[in-house]
């Protein structure tokens, strides 16, 4: 009798110790963007003009940021420095999480400077996901229970080539974040780089390029079935796309860039006088933000 109560003891034991071993991680809290919240934020970065580097609009995109922050009680930081004859800025907010390995969730605000479209607002590129951020910002900050990691938001500026990409010419905010965090030594805390571009379209239609991290989009697509939206999630035909995801990846940051660059037919809407507010959508804002709450909360937070 005494001898089988004890090996139901240690089985008891030797199980409660396996249980604690394989936990699994806490489920995701299920949090939602206000669609309404991110498509005004993106209209607020439209009615600023264009916002190409060193801008009136770039300028006023910042204030935006920093001060809508502000009143989420989150304290932006800005990252300005120069390059030749252009200043540029990123901005930085941070949110706390579980673990010590932080995710850094990003889009670039900048627009293209283009020469046969004087006032190139950029509705998709990159108003949709720059106001989407700001939204997540809002959604991670003031949660209950956010069931994710540490997380590093940032705006870049300078995304945009003036010519062509290079080494001194687009990339600029990301490069900059990417080189500042090796030499310092954080980027190897950093558990994943997530990018946010061109999420707005009304036909929403996200084609991951070839150079992203594959267990992370295994991942993605399996947080998009499970929210019945994996319709809109695809691939970019096998190809890479150059994008502020890059820096990151290059330096063996697990990476992903969601990004839909299937924008009107043939994607032809990219970086023309048809990217305009009555082209992208709330609804297709929220799917994106929904799909990437729930990812960020599902994280295995080492891998
Ligand atoms: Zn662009």
Known sequence: MKACALSILLLLLVSCGDRKATEPPPPAVSLAVDPAAAFSHAQAMIDFG?????????????DYLVSTSKMLGIQASIDQWQEGETTYRNVHAQTPGHGDRYVILASHYDTKLLHSVPNFVGANDSASSSGL???LLRVISSAE?????????????GEECRVRYGEHDGLHGSKRMASTLEASGELESCRAMILLDMIGDK?????????CDSKLLAQIFKTAEAQGVASHFGFFSGRRILDDHVPFFERGVPALDI????????NSFWHTSEDTLDKISPDSMAIVGNVVLAFLQELIPRE
Do not use: C, K, Q
């Open 203 to 211: 036909d929403l239609t996200i084609t991951f390029p070839s150079n």
């Open 133 to 135: 951020l700001l939204e």
């Open 145 to 157: 229970n956010w069931g994710g990691p540490p997380m590093r938001f940032v705006w870049f500026d």
């Open 50 to 62: 264009a916002r190409h580097s060193d801008s009136p609009g770039a300028t006023r995109t910042v």
């Open 259 to 266: 990004i839909d660059f299937s924008y009107g037919p043939n």
